[in-house]
């Protein structure tokens, strides 16, 4: 089981910010010298929160460099083909959340030791379940007209009427001007130059996961979000290892936000720690760094 306050620090690297929530304020800012925070971050702005965030990411820039290479190929990402340092969140952001409506303790589950032996479908696509993780469930449910997306919550592996696929972003990239030329077939005065990335397979999103290093326990993890996307936006490419959805570039502010309301939704936080002997290394470098901080 995960720490719900590594949870916290895992939203810090998704929105390059400082994160907290109302139930921990109190307590934080006897001791926080600084700024508060002001933006309220909720489950309805929470993708666009993050796809802002990654306009400044040095991360999601690689990630993004290395979607365009694969995409332009036609290859594999691999493990070797990208750059993937630390997040570094921007301290002079700052979000809050209220637990209690951004959480949904009920839906947590512990995926690490999963072995699944069947074949698990929803919303008519092959649901690969994020074996090795820990989830956080998001509060989503009456969030939205309906909860039909969701599908149920007691199922068999199949799908069932009126739910979305799940999908897992590991990084997105808006203004991408160019990388969706050649992949999407515009309307009438439509250029799509910004796009919003995901995959079906856990295995593929975990080579775009960002990284961090917890304060709480000097342990690294990956953090991942689980996804419903709705097929009516989706896009299918490179061997449907890349759903992307394009993004006019004429569209307002507003209706980008409702686009991307209309088209994906996070609704799990997933955490995974990273392997013993890069752990090792990282509790390593975390000790030092704590030994420095408290010797000034």
């Known amino acids: 089981m995960v720490d719900r306050n590594i949870a916290l620090e895992a939203l810090c690297t998704l929105c390059n910010a400082n994160v907290t929530s109302v139930q921990k304020q109190s307590v934080q800012a006897q001791s926080f010298r600084g700024t508060p925070p002001q933006q309220s971050l909720k489950i309805k702005n929470f993708i666009s929160t993050v796809l802002d965030a990654d306009e400044t990411s040095q991360v999601s820039r690689s990630n993004f460099e290395c979607i365009k290479t694969v995409l332009q190929s036609g290859g594999h990402a691999t493990s070797h083909s990208r750059v993937n340092p630390q997040e570094q969140h921007d301290t002079t952001k700052n979000h809050v959340i209220n637990e209690d409506e951004f959480f949904d303790n009920q839906y947590d589950y512990d995926f690490a030791n999963l072995k699944d032996t069947e074949t698990y479908t929803r919303g008519g696509e092959v649901y690969e379940r994020p074996s090795g993780w820990y989830g956080f469930g998001l509060k989503v449910l009456d969030k939205y007209e309906s909860n039909a997306w969701l599908g149920t919550r007691f199922r068999s592996t199949q799908s069932v009427p009126g739910e979305w696929p799940v999908s897992y972003h590991g990084t997105t990239k808006r203004g991408a001007e160019g990388i969706i030329e050649g992949f999407y077939k515009s309307g009438p005065g439509q250029v799509y130059g910004k796009g919003i990335y995901s995959t079906p397979y856990i295995s593929e999103a975990e080579l ?57 939704r996070p609704y799990g936080l997933l955490l995974k720690e990273v392997t013993v002997e890069k752990d090792y290394m990282c509790q390593l470098i975390w000790k030092m760094q704590t030994r420095n901080s408290l010797s000034h």
Do not use: C, H
């Not at 917890?214 to 689980?226: D, H, R």
């Not at 097929?231 to 299918?236: A, E």
């Open 208 to 264: 775009y996961a960002k990284t961090f290093t917890s304060n709480k326990n000097g342990k690294q993890y990956k953090v991942i979000l689980q996804n419903r996307i709705n097929p009516k936006y989706r896009q299918k490419y490179n061997n449907q290892k890349y759903w992307l959805v394009p993004i006019p570039d004429n569209s307002s502010a507003q209706d980008e936000r409702v686009m991307v309301e209309q088209a994906i």
